[in-house]
């Protein structure tokens, strides 16, 4: 690895260590501040911010990868996601924002949930928090495991002499920096992190194609109709209905994601939603666009060149050292870095949240002062973030894999619950107890039984299509028995 490449690496670091030193003199002192930066987000830091939260390190590994393997067919992924964030931003956006300041000033989504069913105040709470600090622990890893596989691909000359492998020194050094300046700096550190990483991540997802395609060795992007992959380019080679529907149904998760939907409720008002609507939706269609092109045109490079790829998901890291000056490429990894760091800082906060607000302070200590409780979030960022270090240590870890597996069951598990909660008035506290629970029990049933990978003698059905459609049955007809209960009683 050139001097170069790491000069412009170490000036990545110092940036998102200076904004958590910001954040921390601006907004980290009291339980507000430090976990929704005092709702005054601007509609374009809410919108980069929920957008890099949300495509972590799958934007820039997962998904080439995926294109890169199989062709066009693994777009049909993004299609689905870009839906269902165009839909989040519509219906949860603006009804998030002001239910969640009306009712009791809720800092965090189990808060909310149980201001909003107070009968099932604590057991709401309780599940919740469990939830999402099992998920999010198994989310974090992944982006755990993309900033190893960063280090192992790109610096393994640099860290032969280390008594620690590569990718496990990857994993510690992205752990490092994402903990500092999450735990000094709190929400408004990570959602100015975000912003920038968000503008860096588009550049990069710009650029590589481009080059890829129209620079040396790329033959100007013809090459990519000459993969020697039956249909590559081709959107429905191979896809059977089962699969259409576990591609398109990720789209389904983005309702039940507390990293990504929190960032509605730091927004300065409802009113600022349209905006911060438009920014993420084009912010995001020009990433997914840059990422398949990244898969398709690397796979074409590659076959054209003769080169050798032994993992289709570090393509990206693999172009970056091939074609572009050290400068540049420390910029393309400080983009997958950005990818990374911004989701995993996003899922340590809003665990952190969850531990003190709905475990802590429910039932240690009520009245803990704003400092302590602060401390406490702190001290919960560094608890989760050891956790997930554990699940990334595996080296055969996948990016994707451990994404979908945690999306699905946030998806699942929050997804009807969000949406049936802003929007329909008779839903009550039983029938989200038991759209939680169900949602969560049915997912994790299905990745343990191996349905996602193979159902009734077929292809695997994703996870979160059955734990979606569950969850909500249940919220519906537990909440109309209990809605009649109530009645007759």
Request: net charge negative.
């Given at each position: 690895m050139k001097t170069g490449t790491l000069v412009a690496l170490a000036l990545y670091f110092i940036l998102m260590l200076a904004i958590g030193l910001y954040a921390w003199r601006k907004s980290a002192q009291s339980s507000e501040g430090y976990l929704l930066a005092g709702r005054g987000l601007s509609p374009s830091v809410a919108a980069l911010s929920a957008g890099a939260s949300d495509m972590s390190g799958w934007l820039l590994l997962g998904l080439p990868?995926?294109?890169?393997?199989?062709?066009?067919?693994?777009?049909?992924?993004?299609?689905?996601?870009?839906?269902?964030?165009?839909?989040?931003?519509?219906?949860?956006?603006?009804?998030?924002?002001?239910?969640?300041?009306?009712?009791?000033?809720?800092?965090?989504?189990?808060?909310?949930?149980?201001?909003?069913?107070?009968?099932?105040?604590?057991?709401?709470?309780?599940?919740?928090?469990?939830?999402?600090?099992?998920?999010?622990?198994?989310?974090?890893?992944?982006?755990?495991?993309?900033?190893?596989?960063?280090?192992?691909?790109?610096?393994?000359?640099?860290?032969?002499?280390?008594?620690?492998?590569?990718?496990?020194?990857?994993?510690?050094?992205?752990?490092?920096?994402?903990?500092?300046?999450?735990?000094?700096?709190?929400?408004?550190?990570?959602?100015?992190?975000?912003?920038?990483?968000?503008?860096?991540?588009?550049?990069?997802?710009?650029?590589?194609?481009?080059?890829?395609?129209?620079?040396?060795?790329?033959?100007?992007?013809?090459?990519?109709?000459?993969?020697?992959?039956?249909?590559?380019?081709?959107?429905?080679?191979?896809?059977?209905?089962?699969?259409?529907?576990?591609?398109?149904?990720?789209?389904?998760?983005?309702?039940?994601?507390?990293?990504?939907?929190?960032?509605?409720?730091?927004?300065r008002s409802v009113a600022d939603v349209p905006k911060a609507r438009n920014i993420g939706m084009v912010w995001m269609g020009v990433c997914l666009i840059g990422a398949i092109g990244v898969g398709l045109a690397g796979r074409a490079y590659v076959e054209r060149n003769g080169l050798a790829v032994e993992d289709p998901e570090t393509i990206f890291i693999v172009l970056a050292d091939l074609l572009f000056h050290p400068l540049v490429t420390g910029f393309l990894l400080a983009a997958l870095l950005a990818a990374v760091m911004s989701t995993i800082s996003s899922q340590l906060l809003v665990a952190s949240s969850s531990l003190t607000e709905d475990i802590y302070r429910l039932f240690f200590r009520k009245d803990c002062s704003e400092k302590e409780a602060v401390n406490v979030s702190r001290l919960s960022v560094l608890l989760v973030a050891i956790a997930a270090i554990a699940i990334a240590a595996d080296p055969d870890s996948q990016v994707l894999g451990l994404v979908a597996n945690a999306w699905a069951g946030f998806g699942a598990a929050f997804g009807p619950l969000v949406v049936l909660a802003l929007t329909w008035d008779r839903m009550t506290g039983a029938g989200a107890v038991a759209g939680l629970v169900t949602g969560a029990a049915v997912v994790g049933l299905w990745i343990a039984l191996g349905w996602n990978a193979s159902f009734m003698g077929g292809p695997g059905v994703y996870e979160i299509i059955p734990g979606f459609v569950a969850s909500w049955i249940a919220i519906v007809a537990v909440s109309r028995m209990t809605a009649r209960a109530s009645t007759s009683g």
């Open positions: 990868g995926a294109l890169y393997a199989a062709g066009l067919v693994e777009a049909w992924i993004g299609i689905g996601l870009f839906v269902g964030a165009l839909v989040n931003w519509i219906v949860v956006a603006p009804r998030l924002r002001e239910q969640t300041e009306r009712l009791g000033n809720a800092l965090t989504i189990p808060e909310w949930l149980a201001n909003r069913f107070p009968d099932k105040a604590i057991t709401l709470r309780v599940i919740c928090a469990a939830i999402i600090v099992v998920f999010f622990a198994v989310y974090t890893a992944a982006g755990m495991v993309a900033g190893g596989k960063l280090f192992e691909t790109s610096f393994a000359a640099l860290f032969d002499n280390t008594e620690i492998s590569d990718y496990m020194l990857g994993i510690l050094v992205t752990a490092g920096v994402v903990l500092i300046y999450t735990m000094i700096g709190g929400f408004l550190a990570v959602s100015l992190t975000d912003f920038v990483q968000g503008l860096i991540m588009v550049t990069a997802l710009v650029v590589m194609p481009v080059v890829v395609m129209f620079g040396p060795g790329g033959s100007a992007g013809g090459s990519i109709a000459q993969v020697p992959v039956d249909g590559f380019l081709s959107l429905t080679e191979g896809l059977t209905f089962i699969g259409f529907l576990s591609a398109v149904t990720w789209g389904l998760g983005y309702f039940g994601q507390p990293h990504i939907i929190v960032r509605f409720m730091a927004l």
